[in-house]
């Protein structure tokens, strides 16, 4: 009953805002289209453009919705770009839960009275998102924290609203022709995967403790201690941080922060998370990066909610960084070998094809001059493009194109004339120089020798081993392809007998016949 209700509601929400005009150019949808079409629209949103009626209707149907519009703008290879333009405007702030109610969590999720943890909770929250929100407390030694609360009973709605999307992606797949191309299943898989991490404030924390240590003492980045011993699946307390929000410039002048530094640092920031920690922060939206005044010269960042985390393999590092260096070296023949060769595309796709569709793609961009060159759009064209010959985009590359776009939204806001080919090629190329230098080999070397001499004493075992396997094997293809040979033999002296049989049978019937 519950379901029918919540389902009746966001028909009427999809009505109101016209949503069906969606699917008018998908055939077969017309029954659907017109169903939408009968609830009455209110003059001003009738008057609309379609992305803007899409976001108010996900902003009104609640925290889950809206944090899936927010997915959904990142997914600009399955999405328009006028409704992920719109889609990118949803903000994390909504309604706040009642303060008095965060207290009461606080306790139950603690064990104890909030007075005997902190010296003051402030029930007034600092920030309102869709799955939590932040109240500002100190620590009875005088330390300024923020406490992040889940919202009360935000998993079983969450539950709720995700069964309904997997129930109508599968629906809407299966009755309107056209619609797979969306993968409006494959959609809302990876929002489960993204919003189910979000559930579980240990893992936010976790994330923070890594980051924090991934750039301890760094000048280019600062992030928030986590007071574990507070921290429960429902509560987190942090480190509470003062500084700019990144998207406030005039600020952020005013303050006397060198602002063409600050956007290079970001860059620096975000290639230095991808290709030498393997650890990035996929969520860098205004709200959640600061800026330090303590700072100006060489500005400071600060990053705050680290729930969403991507990583590469070491393959996908290596191979990323090599197609990068081959797109700025124009070398279009060994982006596409790269492609097979890391298995982003099948093995059988043809190379020559590949190669001009790549420089197609970017043989137009590098005609322009460098400063109006988008790298994350650049990014997103290449995958888009790449999905033409069955490539498999992997959700770390997926969150990785996000964070490109932005991190370079957010340092074209800054200063528009960032140039961001130039600030990542040298560092591609460090990279790609260290990776292959004979210190670094000779490091790792050194890491792996203590493993090496601990397995050592097995070794003479395992030797003996892999050649009793090695000889089984053998053997025992030996007598499979005996076994293969003789049933050969027994096949061709059956077809010599049945050829036989039918010439006899043949003859007999002939005689028959003329008889």
Request: aromatic share 8%.
């Amino acid at each position: 009953m519950q379901s029918a209700l919540r389902l009746f509601h966001i028909y009427r929400v999809a009505a109101r805002y016209r949503l069906g005009e969606l699917l008018q150019d998908l055939p077969r949808a017309r029954s659907l289209t017109i169903l939408l079409r009968l609830a009455p629209a209110h003059p001003d949103i009738a008057q609309l453009d379609r992305g803007t009626r899409v976001r108010l209707a996900l902003q009104e149907l609640g925290p889950i919705f809206i944090k899936f519009g927010q997915l959904l703008s990142t997914r600009r290879d399955l999405v328009p770009a006028d409704i992920a333009d719109a889609l990118a405007l949803l903000q994390d702030r909504v309604a706040p839960f009642d303060g008095e109610e965060a207290r009461a969590l606080v306790e139950r999720a603690l064990g104890s009275p909030i007075a005997q943890h902190f010296a003051h909770f402030d029930t007034t929250p600092l920030a309102s998102a869709s799955v939590a929100q932040v109240h500002p407390a100190m620590l009875h030694d005088g330390s300024s924290v923020v406490v992040k609360v889940l919202r009360p009973g935000i998993d079983k709605i969450i539950a709720s609203d995700l069964a309904l999307m997997h129930h109508v992606a599968s629906l809407i797949e299966a009755r309107v022709p056209g619609s797979r191309r969306l993968r409006l299943r494959e959609v809302v898989r990876d929002y489960e995967y993204v919003i189910r991490d979000e559930l579980n404030l240990l893992n936010e924390a976790a994330n923070t403790s890594q980051l924090r240590r991934n750039f301890e003492n760094s000048p280019q980045l600062y992030v928030p201690r986590i007071h574990w011993e507070y921290c429960r699946e429902n509560v987190m307390v942090a480190e509470r941080i003062y500084g700019i929000p990144v998207n406030q410039v005039d600020e952020l002048r005013a303050a006397g922060i060198d602002i063409k530094r600050l956007a290079e640092t970001g860059v620096e920031i975000f290639f230095t998370q991808v290709f030498k920690h393997s650890f990035f922060h996929a969520d860098m939206h205004p709200g959640n990066v600061f800026v330090s005044r303590e700072h100006k010269a060489n500005p400071q960042y600060i990053a705050l909610d680290c729930a969403i985390i991507g990583s590469l393999s070491k393959d996908d590092q290596q191979y990323l960084a090599r197609n990068l260096l081959a797109i700025f070296k124009r070398d279009y023949r060994r982006v596409a070998e790269l492609h097979v060769e890391c298995g982003w595309v099948p093995p059988d796709t043809p190379l020559h094809a590949f190669e001009a569709t790549m420089r197609a793609v970017c043989e137009p961009i590098f005609q322009k001059p460098l400063g109006e060159i988008s790298f994350g759009q650049l990014l997103l064209q290449l995958f888009r493009t790449a999905s033409r010959f069955n490539m498999q985009v992997q959700p770390s590359l997926v969150l990785l194109q996000k964070t490109m776009l932005n991190i370079e939204g957010l340092g074209k806001q800054l200063y528009p004339e960032l140039d961001l080919w130039q600030t990542a090629l040298p560092f591609l190329e460090r990279w790609q120089h260290e990776r292959l230098s004979p210190l670094k080999t000779l490091r790792q070397v050194r890491e792996r020798l203590p493993e090496w001499f601990e397995q050592s004493p097995e070794l003479p075992d395992l030797i003996l081993s892999t050649l009793r396997e090695g000889s089984t094997a053998r053997l025992a293809l030996a007598a499979l392809e005996m076994r293969t040979q003789e049933l050969e033999r027994r096949a061709r002296r059956f077809e010599a007998r049945s050829l036989a049989f039918a010439a006899a049978l043949g003859a007999l019937l002939l005689a028959l016949l003329l008889h």
